[in-house]
Nanobody
Framework: EVQLVESGGGLVQPGGSLRLSCAASGLTVSSYRMNWVRQAPGKGLEWVSSISRGVVFTYYADSVKGRFTISRDNAKNTLYLQMNNLKTEDTAVYYC????????????????????WGQGTQVTVSS
């Protein structure tokens, strides 16, 4: 059984930083493309970032590029999202996710439909 568990969210002031974690079981994070997706209050899902399987390639939404960094720790089988210079617009529930349900599982930047999700962790950026 695949399980993804996010943690690390909380309340932070604009300009602050948080590091989100996604602990995986039932799959090896280095063998799957892993993604961070978020949902702000009253809004739809927004793809945030992706890290490739195997040799690392990373991808970011324009809204977070230069501020967020996706990474993984293979020994801990854990995915991370380092979030710096946070803005109020970053307020959302953040999810880790993998494997698309559409188009034979083909991934593309911006994709929000995945087979496996965590429960999410709340990030609130407010002064």
């Amino acid at each position: 059984e695949v399980q993804l568990v996010e943690s690390g969210g909380g309340l932070v002031q604009p300009g602050g930083s948080l590091r989100l974690s996604c602990a995986a079981s039932g799959l090896t994070v280095s063998s799957y493309r892993m993604n961070w997706v978020r949902q702000a209050p009253g809004k739809g899902l927004e793809w945030v970032s992706s890290i490739s399987r195997g040799v690392v390639f990373t991808y970011y939404a324009d809204s977070v590029k230069g501020r967020f960094t996706i990474s993984r720790d293979n020994a801990k089988n854990t995915l991370y999202l380092q979030m710096n210079n946070l803005k109020t617009e970053d307020t959302a529930v953040y999810y880790c996710a993998t494997i698309a349900n559409v188009d034979g599982g083909t991934w593309y930047p911006g994709l929000t439909n995945y087979k496996y999700w965590g429960q999410g962790t709340q990030v609130t950026v407010s002064s």
